[in-house]
């Protein structure tokens, strides 16, 4: 008996980019057989996020990162030439133009390939962020979790 | 007889939250007995500074590099939303309201965990650091000595 | 027999300061007889990219990506305290001044030592970057080849 592989990628970041980067190894990994997990952490908990608007009260602070932070993937700035919002607009016109997809479908072909996609509790604490806002079918973990995970894995990799 | 676990992690980066990150799961690893380190290259020994001002004659490079770097991890910067120094309060605040743990503490944690914190030679040499500067009871190596824990690792990130 | 280890690293940032840090753990891998592979994606390709003009026929926003990005890797801004560009200056200074090797040569040290470099085909389409403006002896691929690597790899980075 072979051991199926595993990836188990830690999105930290909120950056469009950097986000597409783990959602397209992800989805390769998945094709590859792999097992694969994708550990939202801190700014990576955007691209999570459900891009409507959820009335939900809040404190001061978490109404305030609520309204700073991208909500949803395709709100995502670039970390790399993002002129004021414009860098984004480009990678989308030329991810259209040459037939690559986006980060929305990327996302929606992860869960389609069953990657595991989890939100750091933690951090969803300490950003304000709860449930309802976030897409339906992931799951909620911490750091322990998240080592289990990686401690047996091939590829791990921090983005 | 079983091997024990290790996770190695490359700090480069000298953001608040990033170094959060790192000093999480490295703490999160040592209580799930994995051997650890932190290995701090570039921004990311700016984690390891001492907050007071040590007097050390250095040249003129190495004197303008210390002085715009964040002395100690307390002071340093986040990798998004920093608003000219508002977001690490804002962060702050929030760490203090649920009762998370902030960098410093979490740093102290690992040594007390008896987390490995290394600091690299080759970019203290080059960004001017010395070791007065720097927090007692850690350890200096190179890249060769990197490697070499690496190599045997099941969880490695650079972060 | 003892099967060689591997280090497999993903550089999808287009800063000097970690080109440099991916160039030097992929050198010190190489030294320690890795199998090494360097798989540049999104700005990473930059450091890959030659520093004369090529001229190459190219649409308009393939053309603006190709005019922004920075031609080859004494050209790349620093993640940290660029300063509109002074940045760079004050790490070669330094560079040049405590005798270590500045990123278009430890790019070279990583040819001569075997590392393979690869170029995201993926990402190159994305930024219209062609074959004719990156550096000779490269290698192109895309993600499966990149897993192929990495699954078997020892170390695997993503900087």
Redesign the interface.
Known sequence: MTEK?S?TI?L???DY??AM?AY??AN??A??D?EVTIFH???GLNALRKDEAISIKK?F??N??AK??PRGADKMGL???NFAGMGPK??K???K??N?VPLPQLIEMAQEQDVKLVACT?TM????LQKEELLDQIEYAG??A??AD??????????
């Not at 604490?125 to 304000?128: A, I, K, R």
């Open positions: 592989k990836t830690i930290f970041s909120g980019d950097k980067a397209i190894i390769g990994a094709a590859y792999h952490t801190f700014w404190g602070m978490e305030m990162f700073m932070m970390s790399n030439m480009m990678i016109n030329v991810i133009k040459h690559a933690m604490d300490l950003l304000g750091v322990a998240y080592l990686a401690q047996e894995g091939n590829v791990n990799l921090f983005i």
